[in-house]
């Protein structure tokens, strides 16, 4: 079964901080894999995606590496802001993406 | 440029109504998605479309219908609501791999 784990479930971090947040898969015949933020009563908001043939994506503070040969998926943040507060999911696509699994997500809480 | 809309944003049925989702795009996406989100369980894929005229279940299909007449909608239909229903839903359009979501619709079935 295909299926697709991030732990922990919540983290507490105080600003400032570098931090990773881990996303992993059962099944490693993947397409893409995409990485979400969602705020509160909000929809999701796409960070990065990263396709089967590449190895990492940059965006400003956020970097996502994907090593296929694990099933594993980081999702790094850089000097933290209470901003980043929310929580973070990552979504693995099979089958040209036309079938998408999610994470559970990460709640991510960063104190001031 | 609206991106994927979903109306209504707020539903409450009793059980047995019937009602339908709406959800459009305006990118042009050949796919698009329905997901249910629930506490502790996350995103959850109902149905999907690869494009119109094409329609293909999820995991948690039963108690759904989809069609998919053009390329913009994907509406999405509970014959008979029933309170397992009770959720927030998700539509979800891509083109070249990348999901872009509607803001949701929050239903509550009594």
């Known amino acids: 079964k295909q299926e697709v784990t991030q732990i922990p479930a919540a983290l507490s971090v105080p600003e400032g901080e570098n931090l990773v947040l881990n996303c992993s898969f059962t099944?490693?015949?993947?397409?893409?894999l995409q990485w979400f933020r969602q705020d509160p009563g909000k929809g999701l908001t796409s960070l990065l995606l990263?396709?089967?043939?590449?190895r990492e994506q940059t965006s400003g503070r956020l970097n996502a590496s994907l090593d296929k040969s694990s099933g594993r998926s980081t999702l790094y943040i850089a000097a933290s802001q209470p901003g980043d507060s929310a929580t973070y999911l990552c979504?693995?696509?099979?089958?040209?993406?036309?079938?998408?699994?999610f994470g559970s997500g990460t709640r991510l809480s960063i104190r001031p | 440029n609206a991106g994927v809309t979903q109306t209504p944003k707020f539903q409450v049925l009793k059980t047995g109504q019937s009602m339908t989702l709406q959800c459009a795009q305006d990118?042009?996406?050949?796919?698009m998605s329905w997901y249910r989100q629930d506490p502790g369980m996350g995103l959850r894929l109902i149905h999907y479309?690869?494009?119109?005229?094409?329609?293909d279940q999820g995991e948690v299909p039963n108690g759904y219908n989809v069609s998919r007449s053009t390329t913009e909608d994907f509406p999405l239909r509970l014959l008979s609501a029933a309170p397992s229903q009770t959720s927030v839903y998700f539509c979800?359009?891509?083109?070249?791999?990348?999901?872009?979501f509607g803001e949701g619709s929050r239903l509550t079935v009594l």
């Open positions: 979504a693995v696509g099979y089958s040209s993406a036309s079938k998408i699994i």
């Open positions: 990263i396709q089967s043939s590449q």
């Open positions: 099944d490693s015949a993947i397409y893409n």
């Open positions: 990118m042009n996406h050949e796919y």
């Open positions: 479309s690869v494009g119109a005229g094409i329609t």
């Open positions: 979800a359009s891509a083109g070249t791999g990348e999901l872009f």
